[in-house]
């Protein structure tokens, strides 16, 4: 009998390390289901703040992307999207109820493909800072495959250069994210912790998947949280970035755009009352 159930207990231990070389996942409070998907090359703890305030009524499932922060990468035999879109499926029907996605920027997109893959299992979702089509919100003539050649450079180019030169480019792109100096530091970081292959197959999947026709599809009721002041030195306003956000979404049958005052693009961490505002009214 002991031998018995030292078996199950390794048996038990093994999985649970299989599943932690996945998904991450930490588990907070006690409600209904929330489930927190971070962005490119972050950690789940991007969501500390939000979730300290949120788990006093909800059950918070904070979790982080293989490949991304401490996380080791997976194996993506059918492609990076694909395959979170497969893990995170697998983990929402774990749950046995409907959830409520909240995801950014890439957290944002796979929520938007989760909400139309399985529908049932998703009450809401709320996208912070994130477009059906990447690309396009930089440029309006953008198409997956004219966007391949540039997607392609970029990819080459992050995974050519050092380590040295990696983070040189990390820090000066960043101050770009958040205006959040305390923070600052975190998110670069992240970026260095990160697997540099799946960042970078991740960015490419990105910059060449469209994904505004299949909005049609998708009925969750979705809350998008913009953000425009890091564009304010380059012509951008507030009205102008407002409406690329509705053009993306303008096939999505139940949307609510908001635009963040002055945040950049980790809205959580630069506008973090407005942000709390937001999230709860709509949450109710």
Known sequence: M?????LYTLIFALL?????????????????????????????????ETVAQLSSNYECHVLTLPGFGTNPAT?????FLETMEKLLSEYILEQKEKVTLIGHSLG???????????????????IVDSF??????????????????????????????????????????????TINVEKLPLAVEWSMQ???????????????????DELTEVKTPILVLGAWASGKNYGLTEESVKKTFSDQYQLAENVQIEMAPTAHHFIMWDNPEWFMEKLSAFLQ
């Not at 002991?2 to 030292?6: G, R, T, V």
């Not at 289901?33 to 090359?41: D, S, Y």
């Not at 960042?199 to 998947?209: D, W």
């Open 2 to 6: 002991k031998k018995l159930l030292l």
């Open 16 to 48: 649970t390390t299989a599943q932690s070389q996945e998904l991450q996942t930490q588990i907070y409070g006690k409600g209904p289901n929330l489930i927190f998907i971070p962005g490119l090359a972050s950690s789940g703890e991007v969501w500390e």
């Open 75 to 79: 194996e993506m035999p059918e492609g």
């Open 108 to 126: 944002g997109f796979l929520s938007l493909r989760l909400s139309r893959s399985i529908p049932e299992h998703i009450q809401k979702a709320i």
């Open 132 to 177: 059906p089509f990447y690309s396009a919100a930089f440029n309006p003539a953008a198409t997956e495959e004219n966007m391949v050649g540039m997607a392609s450079q970029m990819k080459q180019l992050m995974l050519s250069q050092s380590p040295e030169q990696y983070l040189t480019q990390q820090k000066s792109t960043m101050p770009m994210m």
């Open 194 to 212: 990160s697997d540099r292959n799946t960042t970078a197959v991740a960015l490419y999947e990105l910059m060449t998947t469209d994904f505004r």
